[in-house]
């Protein structure tokens, strides 16, 4: 299966930035001079998208990080946490504000001014929302073409789930917006406005909850898929220096990077048909029963060149583990 790598989730959330900057100019602008609550939620929604978005590029470079001292598995979760760093912005500052706007507007009701240039700023800010959601689309179908749209959403990094959600909200919210709007002014009752605002802050609740679970299970320590830790588990019961495997556990260590620790229990006739071959082990017996201490020599050298037989053996199996799981980039083997 194909993945993002550590890299692809920057193109959709620089742009995404570039875009909600030009829109949260726009729209506080169309809001102040119109009066819309709905106008003002869809500005507070995408100040909030821009500053959370410049948290998630914040997350993809540190996560970039190499090991160092700090870490000895790397900076990879590092865009998870800034991810829910987002995800919450997107809760009180998104969601919550513009709750408490449209709230405050529904107790305090005010008439709406109708120009050509809420119209105007909503149609820039569709197009603008628009080729954003695009450009975060492409990225997924891209990395999971063989995928269903459920499917991608599943296994989407965080960043760039964050921006195709964000701006789905956004053009839907734009939508709602603009219906809001007209409809309080056809009737001449603003509480159709008010109402599109709580449902803009509605919307940006789901997704903010949506993204603090994903990134919340990839700090704690998300797990291989069920179908990947049976195919590795498969790959090592199927190794004939190894009689089973034990006990398995995986967590991610960034996105799309894993490391397992494995229980097995090692085949000790594999190894020694590869540490004694033929007549190289008759040769050694008939040098080690001339004598007691010839004896205790051959023991003393079994003894050593076993550990290093069965270390070279892990480091076989972890180089082909690698190779056939690139996803599994830290490997611990243990013998029970």
């Not at 609740?205 to 069920?226: F, T």
Request: glycine share 8%; proline share 3%.
């Amino acid at each position: 299966m194909a993945t993002l790598n550590n890299t692809a989730g920057f193109w959709p959330v620089a742009a995404a930035i570039v875009g909600n900057s030009i829109v949260t100019v726009l729209k506080f602008f169309a809001g102040t001079v119109s009066g819309s609550s709905s106008m003002i939620a869809e500005a507070i929604h995408s100040l909030a998208d821009t500053l959370n978005q410049i948290l998630l590029l914040i997350g993809l470079r540190r996560s970039l990080k190499k090991k160092d001292e700090g870490s000895d598995y790397g900076y990879g979760n590092e865009r998870f946490f800034w991810a829910l760093i987002s995800a919450c912005g997107i809760f009180f500052v998104g969601a919550g504000v513009t709750a408490w706007h449209g709230l405050g507007a529904l107790a305090h009701p005010e008439p709406i001014e109708l120009s050509p240039l809420v119209f105007i700023v909503l149609f820039i800010s569709f197009v603008i929302e628009l080729y954003t959601l695009r450009i975060a689309a492409q990225q997924l179908k891209k990395a999971y073409p063989n995928l269903s749209w459920r499917e991608r959403i599943h296994e989407a990094d965080s960043s760039t789930l964050a921006v195709l959600l964000e701006d789905s909200v956004a053009v839907l919210g734009l939508s709602i917006a603009t219906l809001s709007i007209t409809a309080s002014y056809l009737t001449g009752n603003a509480i159709w406005d008010t109402i599109g605002s709580l449902v803009i802050a509605g919307m940006l609740a789901i997704v903010a909850v949506v993204l603090i679970v994903k990134n919340r299970s990839y700090l704690i320590g998300r797990p291989l898929s069920e179908e990947d830790r049976d195919d590795i588990i498969k790959f090592l019961n199927a190794e004939p220096a190894i009689e089973k495997v034990i006990d398995f556990k995986s967590h991610a260590v960034g996105f799309g990077a894993y490391r397992i620790n494995c229980d097995v229990e090692f085949n000790g006739n594999s190894v020694l048909r590869a540490g004694f071959r033929g007549a190289q082990m008759r040769r050694e017996y008939e040098e080690a029963r001339a004598s007691y201490e010839d004896f205790k020599r051959f023991l003393a050298d079994y003894g050593d060149r076993i550990p290093r037989l069965v270390g070279k053996k892990i480091d076989e199996i972890e180089k082909r583990l690698r190779e056939k799981f690139p996803q599994v980039q830290h490997i611990d083997i243990e013998i029970n």
